[in-house]
């Protein structure tokens, strides 16, 4: 059975609803803030393949859009970039960001060694690393594209949405227990010299904020989401220059030049003050346009592409899920200042 474009599209948003409606109904869903693109589009696939296996239908999707909705979200990721922001926090940004991308090395250097020590493809490695274990569905997604094409490493999308929403699930799982033993552990209290109410605090600490099922903010005016609209447009069209250039001297994602010109907007907009950019609609465009993509990419993963190599993956990101438990207990808690608040950081 063939899609169009449109109907891929018009699939995609009822794949997405359905996961909205499945996760209000499911509270484990909830709890662990499993997003409704990933509720909704996993369980299609799952239908798709088995479908598939019983001889009764294969689904073909025409994914066109699948890639301007992705570079849209990271354009208005780019647009949230702001170097005021960012001093505000203070030292304390600077260190996070510092453990992150310690993290990152560490998540692809032990991908590519077991990868390697497995005899299976280095790019399975990678893609079970900081890719998807930092990066999430969305890095996921574009990476596993680009490896996909450009190294062909057949399957890379597919195993890429099953190594974030891996880890996506088992961030759930082990955060709030970190960070509760932490607490409990020491019995710190909030800056406020309350107890902390445990469960509670290290749960909502845990969320993922990227899609919400509530606005952003108050309705903005026709006018300012047009001109929102059209600001990141021109970004993503600047910004494919851009990536064109960069690609001459070496292999990035495609949204990476979008994302920088509108970090660049961003900070002249905030310094001379000639263009008004309202965070709110630029957070729902980003939560609209990551929705629509990654209903799109998860609802037509070939889940059978997985087969072979399964069990390798599942090897390798149990051991980055370990790795992820110690750095934050051991390191993480340490390095930000042993208090409450690193406690919830941690988990």
């Known amino acids: 059975m063939t899609f169009d474009m449109i109907q891929t599209t018009a699939l995609a948003a009822v794949v997405l609803f359905a996961g909205y409606g499945i996760r209000r109904r499911v509270p484990v869903l909830d709890r662990f803030n499993i997003p409704a693109p990933v509720v909704g589009g996993v369980l299609f696939s799952a239908l798709a393949l088995a479908l598939r296996q019983a001889g009764l239908v294969q689904f073909e999707f025409d994914t066109t859009l699948q890639a301007p909705f992705m570079n849209a979200f990271f354009t208005c990721i ?85 190594a974030a929403t891996f880890g996506l699930v088992s961030g759930g799982l082990i955060g709030g227990p970190v960070g509760t033993r932490l607490i409990q552990g020491r019995g710190l209290k909030s800056s406020g010299g309350r107890p902390v109410p445990l469960a509670d605090a290290v749960a909502h600490a845990a969320l993922d904020e990227e899609i919400d099922t509530e606005s952003a903010g108050a309705a903005p005016t026709a006018y300012l989401m047009l001109q929102t609209i059209t600001l990141v447009l021109v970004c993503m069209w600047l910004g494919g220059i851009v990536s064109g250039w ?102």
């Open 246 to 347: 960069i690609n001459n001297y070496f292999t990035i994602a495609g949204y990476i030049g979008a994302m920088l010109v509108a970090a660049v907007i961003r900070n002249v907009a905030d310094f001379t003050g000639v263009l008004r950019i309202e965070p709110r609609v630029v957070d729902d465009i980003g939560t609209i346009t990551l929705s629509l993509f990654l209903s799109m990419a998860l609802m037509s993963l070939r889940l059978w592409e997985l087969f072979d190599l399964a069990l390798p993956m599942l090897a390798i990101l149990a051991v980055q899920v370990a790795l992820m438990a110690a750095f934050a207990y051991w390191i993480t808690f340490r390095v930000m200042g042993r208090d409450y608040d690193a406690a919830v950081i941690a988990g």
């Open 78 to 162: 780019g647009l949230g970039v702001s170097l005021s922001l960012l001093r505000v926090g203070g030292p304390q940004v600077l260190l996070f960001w510092g453990l992150a991308s310690l993290v990152a090395v560490l998540q692809g250097a032990i991908g590519i060694g077991l990868a390697r020590a497995m005899d299976v493809n280095p790019f399975l490695g990678l893609i079970t690393g900081s890719i998807t274990m930092t990066g999430g569905h969305g890095t996921g997604a574009a990476f596993g594209k680009l490896i996909e094409d450009q190294y062909h490493f057949p399957g890379a999308l597919t195993l890429a949405m099953a």
